[in-house]
């Protein structure tokens, strides 16, 4: 079973709806983090979390939203999604102490 | 599969080659740099990576070379082999106990029989 854990991993979904992205991870970090992948672009930083009561935005945190329901879990939403939201979506963890970051499969959102 | 970084430069080797995929870093501060490969529809993982008190680290057919002095980084495949397809990322970590790495867009090698 995968580390970190992601669902959906593909969502179709339409101009104005409400969207989650859930993520788990059986590592035991901290640390979670959200980022939205672009072709032709890095990975770029959403929101993270280095613990359950700690929530910080990233570079690209407008229209986003997340909740960290515990250790193990991170979800991202989207609560107007647009169609520039259409993008893949990466989860990922890392231990205390190092930046070294541990991925998700992904999951795909398009936004119509 | 996800079709990742259309755009992206790409390096194109033969079987058995040695491949070098570069990368330049932005801040002189970074303390710790990272190499990931992400095959497509699958989410990146980790090759190797190095402090910024090292010039060169291997690993096993991987060896990641680090200039300060000009703010670049490489990869380098020993005898490249069809499985090494996928676009290579390298990420700094550009803010110190932070710990948030700052990713680069990405080189595409495709390995050629």
């Known amino acids: 079973d995968a580390d970190v854990t992601q669902t959906p991993r593909n969502r179709i979904t339409k101009t104005g709806k409400r969207i989650m992205l859930e993520c788990s991870q059986t590592?035991?970090?901290?640390?979670m983090y959200w980022y939205r992948q672009d072709p032709g672009l890095g990975l770029r930083l959403i929101y993270y979390?280095?613990?359950?009561?700690?929530?910080n935005k990233g570079e690209i945190s407008d229209g986003y939203s997340v909740s960290r329901q515990a250790q193990a879990k991170f979800s991202l939403s989207l609560e107007s999604a647009i169609p520039n939201q259409t993008a893949l979506y990466f989860c990922?963890?890392?231990?205390?102490?190092?930046?070294?970051?541990?991925f998700g499969e992904g999951s795909r959102l398009t936004v119509l | 599969g996800e079709s990742v970084g259309l755009h992206l430069p790409t390096l194109s080797v033969q079987e058995g080659d040695n491949s070098i995929i570069n990368c330049a870093y932005s801040?002189?501060?970074?303390?710790?740099f990272i190499w990931y490969k992400q095959e497509s529809g699958k989410g990146p993982q980790f090759i190797i990576d190095?402090?910024?008190?090292?010039d060169k680290r291997q690993g096993q057919r991987v060896t990641v070379l680090l200039n300060k002095t000009v703010k670049h980084l490489s990869l380098q495949i020993a005898a490249t082999q069809p499985g090494d397809s996928a676009v290579y990322f390298c990420?700094?970590?550009?803010?110190?106990?932070?710990?948030?790495?700052?990713f680069g867009a990405g080189t595409r090698l495709a390995v050629h029989p």
């Open positions: 990420a700094e970590n550009a803010f110190g106990g932070y710990n948030k790495l700052i």
């Open positions: 990922a963890t890392s231990d205390f102490g190092t930046p070294k970051l541990f």
């Open positions: 801040n002189s501060a970074s303390d710790y």
């Open positions: 590592k035991g970090h901290d640390r």
């Open positions: 979390s280095f613990d359950v009561k700690d929530i």
């Open positions: 190095i402090r910024s008190n090292m």
